[in-house]
């Protein structure tokens, strides 16, 4: 079998290896690509399929890379009391000698994920613009990034990309406890979002991540029952800000949505006409004025046009729209208007008939 130690005996060496690895490859794959143009001799060679190379080994390699990057950072401690390096064994984690060189590399390749992410970042804020002007290129040379989402999903793509680094950060954790409860929080937010937005372009693969998951979610809590060493006081102070923190959250969002809920009532209504009309006598003329009154919506800023056979999904809601949610109450005075029961009932309540 072959090992990094045959070709890096020492700690730092075999650590400089292990983080430059991905980048390497980038480094092969140009090289490659430049050798492809100077072949064919043409300057048209398509950019896309090294973007799209590059691209692909980052999102695929981005939790090893960030991984071999933070492995100065994890310590563990031995019987004797002496620090040293997780996954190297033979360096103290004492900031002095073979620690400090790891940890400065370490601090100068985190450039690498960092921009990464920031373009990924860049790419998804563009994105609505380059597809209101055609631009194909640029799809092509991203669609790395977008091809496994669906149509207006996307953006998912840095939700994930900010998951995989937390998942990488939580093992730095010095609690066991916390790192627990760091990756449960995780697991059950990604669980949660993506049962929300599905953002998956195969609907299959929407209940795959939700599977593999659910099952990460039952492993971790399984597992944590068998912890050794349990940190009650990280525990509760965790628990603690957790419940303020969604006892808060919920107070603004009811605070939020009572003062958003009052201003739209009073402020900017759903309909800005209501049109009460016998539709056997005047069912034509409804359409017809409804046809006229819309544009200003558009160019007014105003509210929908209200017609029964179009907007009157539930009956009982019927007095609500006319009292809370009309501008203004338009009557099509026709002979019967008067005759049906549920035409005189709105009458009184909006603000303008």
Excluded at 61 to 75: D, E, G, M, N, W
Excluded at 174 to 192: D, E, F, K, Q
Excluded at 208 to 221: A, F, Q, R, S, W
Excluded at 345 to 352: A, L, T
Aim: glycine share 6%.
């Amino acid at each position: 079998m072959v090992s990094l130690q045959c070709y890096a005996p020492g700690e730092l060496s075999r650590y400089m290896l292990q983080t430059m690895l991905v980048p390497m490859i980038t480094v092969v794959l140009a090289i490659i690509h430049g050798f492809y143009i100077l072949s064919i001799r043409s300057t048209n060679a398509k950019l896309e399929m090294l973007v799209g190379a590059l691209g692909s080994i980052f999102i695929t390699f981005f939790i090893t890379l960030c991984s071999a990057i933070l492995a100065p950072f994890r310590c563990h401690v031995h019987p004797n009391g002496l620090w040293t390096v997780q996954d190297y064994p033979g360096a103290l984690c004492n900031g002095e000698d073979t620690h400090f060189w790891m940890v400065l590399v370490g601090l100068a390749t985190c450039c690498m994920p960092v921009a990464f992410f920031v373009v990924c970042c860049v790419v998804l804020i563009q994105l609505p613009n380059r597809l209101l002007q055609a631009d194909v290129r640029f799809i092509r040379n991203t669609s790395f990034l977008l091809i496994r989402y669906r149509p207006g999903a996307e953006r998912f793509a840095i939700f994930h990309l900010a998951r995989n680094a937390l998942v990488v950060l939580c093992p730095l954790v010095t609690s066991p406890s916390g790192r627990v409860l760091g990756m449960n929080a995780l697991i059950l937010l990604s669980l949660i979002m993506t049962a929300a937005v599905r953002p998956w372009r195969m609907e299959e693969c929407n209940y795959l991540e939700l599977l593999v998951l659910t099952g990460m979610l039952v492993i971790l809590d399984a597992g944590s029952l068998y912890m050794q060493k349990v940190d009650s006081e990280v525990v509760t102070t965790i628990c603690m800000v957790v419940l303020w923190v969604m006892s808060l959250s919920a107070v603004l969002a009811g605070l939020i949505f009572g003062v958003g809920k009052h201003l739209k009532v009073n402020y900017k209504k759903r309909f800005q006409f209501f049109l009460c009309h016998h539709k056997k006598s005047s069912g034509a003329l409804a359409r017809l004025l409804k046809m006229t009154l819309a544009p200003l919506k558009e160019t007014e800023g105003g509210g929908d046009v209200f017609v029964d056979c179009d907007d009157l999904t539930d009956l009982t809601r019927l007095f609500g729209y006319v009292a809370h949610e009309t501008a203004t109450f338009v009557i099509l005075g026709s002979p019967h208007v008067l005759t049906r029961k549920w035409r005189p009932g709105p009458f009184g309540p909006p603000s303008s008939v």
